[in-house]
């Protein structure tokens, strides 16, 4: 076959052609010019990147797009909500001057007999036959939009708490755009996890788990999701980083991803390459409100064991030590005598807990729990939280620089926990003639009205007290987990505790709202 040549935008002409009538043009003495042959397209035999065209083909069907409605509360015709008195507009009586100023407002500046044709219509327009301000009690408006995934062929579908907790309707949307309503099976605050159930009988595409242990960092990931409302997104990345704390709650255990995720991802999944959930999207960092590659997913052994009590019983019970602990310093375990900085420090049993009927007292460190060495704080609210409610388990502490075991029976963690207050400090009141200072902690000390502890009076510009946080107002309770009722009892404390060759004095300091525990070094001064 012969090559064909583009010698003009309209006609191809094959090399036989062309050679005869460069033949005519040389018996008439006429230059020729030849077009060159076109070279074959250039392709490079080097290994392909990988493709996550078939994982992806694979999972899409199971995730899908979660949006929530809410029952309205009452508004005005005009667009905005009026209360007097924990009474809305339409609970006052037709006589009250309030209601007849709202009622002249509404006709003459966007009430029902203020508007127009063309109002009506550009509220249907821009936000739907209602406009805003314009529903009426007992209808839904939506409130969110987020992502899930189906865990079952019966329709049981994983997204997060914070996506549905202020809902009271729930539609699914399918990948292929169809709509289905759910029920809300249950939701845990704590891990930010809820579970939804599709009604209509039939059979859904579903994904498992993954075994979250062998997720290494550096490892690919892809996400699904449904980021501001544009549904079956996908992006990828690799895990950053694992086990990370972001202050979100007490059993904080987040792999981090720098897969692009953003508003409307949360309660979306997490894949591995074999199409198995690695975690749940659930927060991202991100000054802006958009992606800067840093979000944070639960893990999925964290995602199956809440799961699976949600759907068993709608909540999650978790076993309850009744502590507030703290996390063991390297100066706090050398005034202890700990030969390393772990574990978790009790700074006070709560009342009438599991904890203190056992005996555990303030300054306790926790360091195992059934012979499983406690790492941290975090570690040790996770493994409490994995016994059932009335297991007994024992509980190693340190103490007077020995360990023992105590035996605890866990009760059930309450529904909702009060959340800690940041601390106020007390307004100290003016030094009496009792103060007395310690110069190698810089603080001034004066003993308490109460006789239990010594008031801080001032604390010492660039000391360590100041560098620990310590501020006038503060009560020291103990030091070495002795009680202290003067100065004296500091200074013999501190004494015997420099003869044992501590470098560090365990304090136990408490204000207004909470009490807890300083290293300050004996060497100071």
């Not at 009604?199 to 595409?205: D, S």
């Not at 310093?329 to 202890?336: P, R």
Request: hydrophobic share 40%; no cysteine; net charge negative.
């Amino acid at each position: 076959m012969s090559k064909t040549f583009r010698i003009s935008p309209k006609r191809l002409l094959t090399t036989t052609a062309i050679a005869g009538m460069a033949a005519a043009m040389l018996a008439t003495g006429m230059p020729v010019t030849t077009a060159p042959a076109l070279a074959d397209a250039v392709r490079v035999e080097a290994p392909q990147a990988p493709s996550f065209a078939d994982v992806v083909a694979g999972v899409s069907p199971a995730v899908v797009s979660v949006r929530v409605q809410a029952e309205v509360k009452p508004v005005s015709d005009s667009g905005f909500n009026f209360e007097f008195n924990g009474k809305g507009l339409e609970d006052l009586p037709d006589d009250n001057p309030m209601k007849r100023f709202f009622d002249q407002f509404n006709k003459g500046f966007g009430g029902p007999e203020g508007r127009g044709r063309d109002h009506d219509r550009r509220a249907e327009r821009d936000h739907g036959p209602k406009g805003p301000g314009m529903d009426r009690p007992g209808r839904v408006r939506p409130v969110s939009q987020g992502s899930g995934f189906f865990i079952s062929e019966d329709g049981y579908l994983v997204t997060n708490n914070h996506v549905v907790e202020d809902g009271s309707a729930f539609t699914v949307i399918m990948d292929d755009g169809t709509e289905l309503d759910a029920k809300l099976i249950g939701r845990d605050s704590r891990t930010d996890l809820a579970v939804l159930k599709v009604e209509e009988a039939r059979k859904f595409t579903y994904v498992g788990f993954a075994d979250d242990k062998s997720v290494r960092v550096g490892d690919w990931v892809v996400a699904v999701g449904n980021p501001f409302g544009l549904g079956g997104s996908v992006t990828a990345g690799i895990v950053s980083a694992r086990g990370r704390d972001i202050g979100a709650g007490p059993y904080d255990d987040f792999i981090q991803v720098d897969a692009a995720v953003n508003r409307g991802n949360s309660g979306g999944p997490t894949f591995n390459l074999n199409g198995e959930v690695i975690g749940v999207n659930t927060a991202i960092f991100s000054p802006s409100g958009g992606n800067v590659g840093i979000a944070f997913a639960i893990p999925a052994s964290t995602v199956k064991a809440v799961v699976q009590d949600l759907v068993k019983s709608g909540s999650v019970e978790r076993g309850w030590l009744g502590v507030q602990i703290q996390p063991v310093t390297k100066d706090i375990a050398e005034s202890l005598g700990l030969a390393e900085a772990t574990g978790a420090l009790v700074t006070a049993p709560q009342d009438d807990a599991p904890a203190a009927k056992a005996g555990i007292k303030a300054g306790d460190v926790v360091t195992a729990v059934n012979g499983d060495t406690v790492k941290d704080p975090r570690d040790l609210a996770k493994r409490i939280a994995a016994f059932n409610p009335g297991e007994s388990v024992d509980v190693t502490v340190w103490r007077d620089g020995k360990s023992s075991d105590v035996k605890v029976d866990l009760g059930s963690l309450p529904a909702e926990m009060a959340a800690a207050t940041p601390d106020q400090p007390a307004e100290p009141d003016a030094p009496a003639a009792a103060d007395t200072t310690l110069d190698r902690f810089g603080l001034t000390v004066t003993p308490a009205e109460d006789g239990n502890g010594l008031v801080i009076t001032d604390v010492a510009t660039d000391s360590a007290a100041e560098d620990r946080g310590l501020q006038a107002g503060d009560v020291i309770l103990a030091v070495n987990n002795e009680e202290v009722k003067d100065a004296k009892d500091v200074v013999r404390i501190i004494t015997a505790a420099a003869k044992d060759g501590r470098k560090a004095a365990l304090f136990q300091v408490e204000n207004e709202n909470r009490s807890r525990f300083v290293a300050l070094p004996i060497d100071q001064g």
